[in-house]
């Protein structure tokens, strides 16, 4: 399936953004799209901003928000257009996605999958339809109808495709349309030049608001122009309104305005009331009606040569709207982002008539660098970009009594030019100065959001103000430019000697002021905090507990840390014939004497009672322990010895070996009763032997068998429901916003806390009785109560889920081991497919099972299944499709992530090795274990030949990292101690005992561990330099340039030129190379070599040459090949710099100062020099049409050899003799070079349309 290609990391930019209805029309969700992945996210309620006590609020209360990604699907291609529109007789929004050249998809998502389905697929790319183009430059963009009555999209630059939308359908017909009829209509086509044969070069077209009939507004310019030929050809866009009869298929014309500036870039329509278009242009800003007259601003001085269209000047604004994204917030106020990641709010003025008859523009912030702007909800700003970290704003409205004046002219130049200051003087929002922290989670970009001031809409006698605030950001290491492998700088000592090499990717990303460093690792690598080594142990659990007070700890009481809260205070190992207790506090001593059984291998052990107390489940018995006191031992028979247990508090379930359970019930102390365990024999049809079994506890409220009157189809998870907040019975008339409390008071109400089922027994009063007195109840009480549930795996194939205490079945569901997409109750299937199910036989053996609450609150259920060679995950969804009373309302769709978890092959010598350590991993050891707050992070560890880190945070996505750096892994376990905080345990092959922590300066909620280090400038080349195991960046940063080079005879000439203080100047590229450490990520002092003016390094490399002055005959350089381009009036021409990182003294305090850059070679080329590659010993590089070979001779290069390639070369890479050359028009060439006689030639030729990428 991979045999061409394989996509190792998803694509992390955004480009494009929406706001709709997604899984239900309850529920708001933003859309994000990038490439050809579309995810989707859920707004989750985290803090609340109280107002000012002078000030008072607008906008109702300001709420601050986190993103949660429900859903991702990956797309068959990357996405060119996206919108949503809500169709008849669905309960949901539908997506319209666009892809190359000319195909469209109707998309929905399916409540009864949770996934995504088709609604109708269109293509238009007949040959006919290209006027006999070769390849489309055009990209197919769709737009909908305010009113969802149609949806257009335009291929190919002048056709248009009508794509009608059923509407109007009496309530007895949308069963019929569900059923057959295709909410989407047929399609048909529109040649704009049939309709008027000027209408080409269509630059943007939308649909307006307020008319009758669906009306385009379409912006073009049928006789195209540039900056350049303005003098002689200036205003040649236009606009045209197109009314489209749908029914009739008639399309008159009805406006159209022309003479408009050349340089319109886009257009964008007013809602209603005011409605009509603004169209931006690059120096100006248009505001068109059909019912009044053209309003229009000129935003700089450029307008003032460039056209006659009359243009009044908008005072104390010098900005350009290239690359420019809007959205509307208000009806008459939208935020506009620049391409400089200004951000402004723009507010159309209007009159009594509702005509625009002013603008108004402030800047309010300086942000990422977008791609897309979307307005989520009251309060808050989705700023979608690829070329940064996406960014989550809320902006607050506010109003003062007193109005303010504007600001002059000369402010708004003052704070233009502090984008030139230290980041100091600029007032952010995070007030860390420190971005290069240890810590990850203290990593932040300096640039995501500086504020300039609250922003200003003057309406009336009031003086809105709009104040901004990150709520939250996703991550996104694109585009990477260039890609090295390094060895990293830390690594414990124990994993020195590794066979396998353990590199990191280093890419560079973003560009501009979000220019970064990207470090990817592909396993997590654990920092080893000690070794143990404690051989014939093959399982383990790490318990909390109050340890006795010890006499000779109080005398070194003052010189030990405190404790962290919930430590864990025993470490209960399990062996062949005896369990090792350990108590872990400053050391680790075993225990001689305590309340823990020691002669028997233990089972399980784990915390009940909000932990309390301790239970220990061995072959033969059950004890219940407070700290090192026994509390309660429950003996059973030796004739069926206990296998298995899971815990659930205040619940335990155990299973004998004949495949009874036993349900123990734990009742807290009150007053003089001890606490206990009660043993309860559930009254259950033992139909086959349990494989595996999971008890869970679930808090968010998906696990139900109550129906929902208000939601009669699936939706996921509900949001996690705020612990302050408290309510009172629900009622008729709640808001959207209260869905979440529908949701938990129609799922919980008064019912009690175990009252899962309509059962009645005295074995249940019992157990709610005890139970109710639970402290773990308590814990869970402010959420909503809980609900106790038991997963069991049988040895006919089936999956089971009972509740407790009455284990009442609720779910079952037939060969769930085949690894189906979908898992549903099979209770509800006919007769006939139910007798199928029970005739196939399990395909393979379930060795383990768990079932377990991940994301925020623990609110996204899991169940992973373990088999012989794989793991299987699913994620529990609601689903309301049956009507099945007392039966789970929810089913559990596959989770496509896919673990390598068999045994890696290994040679002759280590195979007796790897047998001995098969014994090892026994049936009855718990391979997936649960973990909460390891560094900060809760998921899922599976051990194994193979280990894996399963994460999932807030965010919501289930991140999988394995960790093969130690080899196979038997047991772990989560270790919390004052001599390592938030850590874990684990065994090696070896029967090593390690404690370690996770590298904190890692994320690993991405796709890879990873670390983004900003450097506030664009990165465009990065090289790994072995000897030295540094990295050298060559980066830029745009400058303004009042300047321009012209020859005067043979020698150049430098003029300058000045300008009106509207006056835009153009930025130069200055370029420079820099060393960075991969040890704290930060610039070595004193090793930054400046390039000149007009010089663009275009190549950078580590090459491996002939030297004399080592042993092994070669040394590594690092060698920049450069353009220095003056225009078009001067030749260009290049250079060659050859650089050698060499090891000095170090400054006192300053260890990174100990590499130096010495330049060895620097001379002009006669040409541009565009690559550079080393073969043989020999430098080779490209300048102009020709590849040169040279020789390092002292301080010289001495030619070789040469050839004429006759084309631009922008990639070679050498390999032995050959060499590999990517050029810009007949793709890759492979030339040899023979040392004997001095020449280089042309062996092979691969003609391939188009240009190659850099490879």
Not at 579 to 589: A, C, K, Y
């Amino acid at each position: 399936m991979y045999a061409m290609c394989k996509e190792l990391h998803p694509p992390t930019g955004v480009e494009h953004s929406l706001y709709c209805h997604f899984f239900k029309m309850q529920q708001s969700n933003l859309v994000v799209a990038g490439a050809n992945q579309l995810h989707v996210y859920r707004l989750n309620q985290v803090s609340e901003s109280k107002a000012s006590a002078n000030e008072k609020a607008t906008a109702g209360e300001a709420k601050k928000m986190k993103l949660e990604c429900m859903a991702s699907f990956p797309l068959f291609g990357c996405v060119q257009s996206m919108q949503s529109v809500n169709l008849v007789g669905s309960s949901r929004d539908s997506l319209l996605l666009s892809f190359r050249d000319a195909k469209l998809s109707v998309v929905e998502y399916d409540p009864s999958t949770n996934g995504l389905k088709t609604l109708s697929l269109h293509f238009f790319e007949d040959e006919e339809l290209k006027d006999g183009l070769i390849g489309s430059y055009h990209v197919p963009t769709v737009r909908i109808d305010p009113d969802g009555r149609c949806a257009v999209m335009l291929i190919y630059g002048t056709r248009l495709i009508v794509l009608p939308f059923r509407k109007d359908v009496a309530a007895e017909e949308i069963d019929s349309v569900g059923a057959g009829r295709s909410p989407v209509m047929s399609s048909y086509m529109i040649d704009m030049r049939n309709l008027d044969e000027q209408i080409t070069n269509i630059i943007d077209f939308q649909f307006l608001h307020g008319y009758y009939e669906p009306t385009l507004f379409i912006l073009y310019e049928p006789l195209q122009s540039w900056a350049g030929r303005v003098a002689a050809r200036m205003d040649t866009c236009c606009i045209v309104a197109i009314s489209l009869n749908i029914r009739e298929k008639v399309h008159p014309i009805i406006w159209s305005v022309s003479n408009l500036p050349f340089d319109c870039l886009q257009a964008m329509t007013v809602p209603k009331p005011i409605g009509g278009a603004l169209v931006f242009a690059t120096n100006s800003l248009l505001y068109l009606n059909q019912s009044f007259p053209p309003y229009g601003v000129s935003l700089n001085s450029f307008p003032d040569n460039s056209t006659q269209f009359p243009l009044k000047v908008q005072e104390g604004v010098r900005i350009s709207l290239d690359c420019a994204q809007a959205a509307f917030i208000s009806s008459e106020r939208l935020v506009l982002s620049l391409k400089g990641g200004e951000l402004y709010v723009l507010t159309l003025l209007v009159d009594g008539m509702r005509s625009v008859r002013e603008f108004h523009l402030d800047k309010a912030a300086a942000s990422v660098l977008t791609t897309c702007v979307c307005a989520c909800g009251d309060g808050n700003l989705y700023l979608g970009s690829r070329l940064g970290n996406s960014l989550l704003l809320r902006y607050n409205e506010k109003v003062q009594e007193k109005p303010q004046k504007e600001k002059p002219f000369e402010q708004e130049l003052q704070q233009e030019s502090k984008k030139n200051e230290p980041p100091s003087k600029k007032k952010r929002l995070d007030t860390m100065g420190d971005w290069m922290a240890s810590d990850v989670n203290e990593v932040q970009d300096p640039e995501e959001l500086e504020v300039y001031g609250a922003a200003e809409a003057q309406t009336g006698n009031q003086l809105t103000q709009y104040t901004f605030e990150v709520c939250d950001s996703i991550l996104n290491i694109g585009p990477c430019g260039g890609v090295q492998m390094g060895e990293p700088a830390f690594l414990s000592e124990e994993f020195q000697n590794n066979l396998d090499p353990d590199i990191e990717l280093v890419s560079t990303s973003g560009h501009g002021k979000n220019g970064a460093i990207s470090i990817l690792q592909r396993t997590i690598r654990p920092q080893v905090v000690t070794t143990f080594e404690l051989p014939g142990c093959y399982d383990m659990w790490t318990v909390i507990g109050v340890s006795p007070p010890k006499v000779q700890e109080s005398e070194n009481e003052e010189e030990k840390l405190p404790s962290p809260a919930n430590s864990h205070a025993f470490l209960i190992m399990s062996r062949e014939d005896s369990s090792m207790i350990l108590q872990t506090g400053h050391e680790i001593n075993e225990l001689d004497q305590s309340g823990f059984l020691t002669d028997t291998p233990t089972i399980f052990a784990g915390n009940m009672g909000d932990n309390k107390y301790i239970v220990q489940v061995c072959g033969t018995e059950v004890r219940l322990l407070r700290g090192v006191e026994l509390l309660q031992t429950i003996p059973f028979d030796s004739s069926s010895p206990l296998v298995h247990a899971t815990l659930a508090d205040p619940y335990l379930v155990v299973a004998t070996d004949s495949g009874q359970l036993v349900l123990l019930v734990l009742s807290c102390e009150s007053g003089d009763s001890p606490a206990k365990l009660t043993t309860i024999s559930p009254n259950i049809e033992a139909v086959s032997n349990v494989w595996a079994m999971c008890a869970y506890r679930d808090t968010g409220g998906l696990f139900t068998t109550i129906a929902m009157a208000n939601e009669p189809e699936a939706v996921l998870a509900p949001a996690p429901m705020t612990p302050t907040k408290q309510r009172d019975t629900k009622t008729e008339g709640e808001t959207e916003n209260s869905v979440v409390d529908d949701v938990e008071e129609m799922l919980y109400g008064d019912a009690p806390a175990f009252a899962t089922s309509s059962q009645e027994g005295a074995n249940e009063e019992e157990v709610n009785k005890s139970a109710g007195s639970s402290s773990a109840e308590k814990t869970s009480g402010e959420n909503g109560k809980p609900t106790y549930w038991l997963a069991i795996s049988r040895d006919d194939g089936s999956l089971e889920i009972c509740s407790l205490p009455a284990f009442s079945l609720c779910f079952v569901t037939k060969n769930f081991a085949s690894g189906a997409r979908l898992l549903s109750d099979n209770d509800f299937l006919t007769s006939g497919q139910e007798s199928q199910g029970e005739e196939q036989p399990p395909n393979q053996e379930v060795k383990e099972l768990l079932l377990v609450g991940l994301g925020s609150k623990n609110s996204r259920p899991h169940l992973l299944v373990r088999l012989n060679d794989e793991l299987i995950i699913y994620e529990a969804f609601s689903f309301c499709g049956h009507s099945a009373e007392g039966h789970l309302r929810l089913r559990f769709s596959k989770v496509p992530l896919n673990l390598l978890l068999r045994e890696k092959k290994t040679s002759k010598s280590r195979k007796k090795a790897e047998v001995d350590q098969k014994a090892l991993f026994s049936d009855q050891v718990k391979r997936l274990r649960h973990f909460e707050d390891i560094a900060g992070y809760t998921g899922i560890f599976v051990s194994g030949f193979y280990p894996h880190w399963l994460f999932m945070s807030a965010r919501g996505v289930l991140r999988a990292h394995p960790m093969g750096i130690d080899g196979s892994i038997t047991c772990f376990s989560s270790f919390n101690n004052v001599n390592c905080p938030k850590g874990f345990l684990y065994f090696n092959r070896q029967g090593e005992l390690r404690i370690a922590v996770l590298p904190t300066h890692l994320s690993y909620d991405a796709t890879w561990p990873v670390r983004k280090v900003p450097l506030r400038c664009t990165p465009h080349f990065i090289c790994y330099h072995m000897d030295s195991k540094t990295y050298a960046v060559v980066t830029s940063i745009p400058e303004m340039c009042n300047r321009s080079v012209k020859m005067v005879g043979e020698e150049k000439e430098v003029e300058t030129f000045e300008r009106d203080e509207r006056f835009i100047y153009p930025t130069l590229d200055k370029f420079s190379v820099q060393l960075f450490s991969p040890v704290s990520w930060e610039p070595i002092p004193n090793t930054k070599i400046q390039l000149e003016d007009w010089e663009h390094a275009t190549c950078l490399k580590n090459v491996t040459l002939s030297s004399d002055a080592t042993v092994s005959g070669v040394k590594g350089y690092l060698a920049v090949g450069t353009n220095i381009c003056y225009g078009d009036e001067v030749s260009c021409r290049g250079r060659i710099l050859l650089f050698d990182v060499i090891e000095v003294v170090p400054e006192p305090g300053q260890p990174l100062t100990k590499n130096k850059i010495k330049i060895v070679y620097d001379e002009e080329q006669k040409g541009p020099v565009t690559s550079i590659t080393h073969v043989s010993g020999k430098l080779l590089a490209a300048v102009g049409q020709k590849i040169y070979m040279w020789e390092l001779t002292g301080d010289q290069l001495v030619a070789r050899a040469f050839i004429d390639t006759q084309m631009y070369i922008h990639q070679t890479i050498g390999l032995k003799g050959f060499v590999l050359i990517a050029d810009i028009a007949k793709s890759i060439s492979v030339y040899r070079y023979q040392d004997e006689t001095k020449t280089l030639s042309l062996l092979s030729r691969v003609s391939i349309f188009g240009q190659l990428a850099r490879s």
